[in-house]
């Protein structure tokens, strides 16, 4: 299954920054994030089912 990694914006817009084969990769990848630039007040990174397989 594949796994994607979104920022989320105030308005609730996303946009794909990676994905990943493994969910744990991609929440550590998040972990990352969060770690180096801390919790910014308008943004929210996510991790999510991709797209492609949910549309097929």
Not at 7 to 30: C, M, P
Request: hydrophobic content about 35%.
């Amino acid at each position: 299954m594949q796994w994607e990694v979104r920022v989320q914006n105030s308005k609730g817009q996303h946009r794909v920054i990676e994905t990943y084969t493994n969910r744990e990769t991609a929440l550590r990848h998040v972990d990352a994030i969060y770690s180096r630039y801390g919790y910014p007040m308008h943004l929210a990174y996510k991790v999510y089912p991709s797209a492609s397989l949910l549309a097929g």
